[in-house]
């Protein structure tokens, strides 16, 4: 079936870099992608979603690109931050009437 | 914190065991979802309530059941299973269904389940 997958499985930055995490998508037909943060022991939290009809999208401290030419989806977090430190996922609409197909997920690690 | 308590928030059962995972949602929302999160891999979706009804069940096998009583709670109960079905269990709930900000779904914090 279709697949949401991320590039790399880990990410390690600089506490005060820029943190960019990538994902890439084979579902030609999904128009909704959604990133969701998961710190260790708890569930995943919604952070920031994007129509297929819009190519960028800003929240607070966070930036999401979409390129539905080469299928690409990227998450950019700003000055990262301790707290920042967890597992990201992003996630498309095509699983499912109403689920979400989810990919593997990148563990932002943050240095001092 | 989410609204969306789990219970137990870790178990470990026998494959011979019947044992039931328990969420409840204090959001007002209509629609629930059960995801299996194992190591290494996407969560996967199980089953999808809306407004009481299953709307979707992802091929998973009978040896789970879902029951949504009402849309404040979600049981998955157990039997039989198999060690390759130890993962995390997370639950997950939404105003409504379909893809919008405003049906974002909320998750609890999962029961990490074990099977011996």
């Known amino acids: 079936g279709e697949s949401v997958g991320l590039h790399l499985p880990t990410l390690s930055v600089q506490e005060g870099d820029n943190s960019i995490i990538n994902c890439a998508y084979s579902?030609?037909?999904?128009?909704?992608f959604i990133w969701y943060k998961q710190e260790s022991g708890k569930g995943p939290q919604f952070i920031i979603d994007?129509?297929?009809?819009?190519d960028k999208r800003q929240g607070q401290r966070v930036t999401v690109l979409l390129n539905k030419t080469v299928k690409h989806l990227s998450l950019q977090i700003a000055a990262t931050q301790p707290g920042d430190s967890a597992v990201y996922f992003c996630?498309?609409?095509?699983?499912?009437?109403?689920?979400?197909?989810f990919g593997k997920g990148t563990h932002l690690i943050i240095q001092p | 914190e989410t609204g969306v308590t789990q219970t137990p928030r870790h178990l470990v059962m026998g494959m011979t065991n019947k044992k039931s995972l328990k969420c409840e949602q204090h959001?007002?929302?209509?629609?629930m979802y059960w995801y299996k999160q194992s190591a290494k891999k996407p969560l996967e979706l199980m089953f999808v309530?809306?407004?009481?009804?299953?709307?979707e069940n992802n091929s998973v096998p009978s040896r789970f059941s879902p029951e949504c009583p009402n849309s404040s709670h979600l049981f998955l109960h157990l039997h039989t299973l198999q060690p390759e079905d130890s993962a995390l269990y997370l639950c997950?709930?939404?105003?409504?269904?379909?893809?919008?900000?405003?049906?974002?779904?909320?998750f609890g914090p999962g029961t990490r389940l074990t099977v011996l």
């Open positions: 997950a709930s939404s105003q409504g269904t379909g893809t919008s900000s405003y049906n974002e779904q909320f």
């Open positions: 579902n030609s037909a999904s128009d909704y």
């Open positions: 994007i129509r297929s009809n819009m």
């Open positions: 996630a498309d609409s095509g699983g499912g009437a109403d689920g979400l197909t």
């Open positions: 959001l007002g929302h209509n629609a």
């Open positions: 309530y809306s407004l009481e009804e299953r709307v």
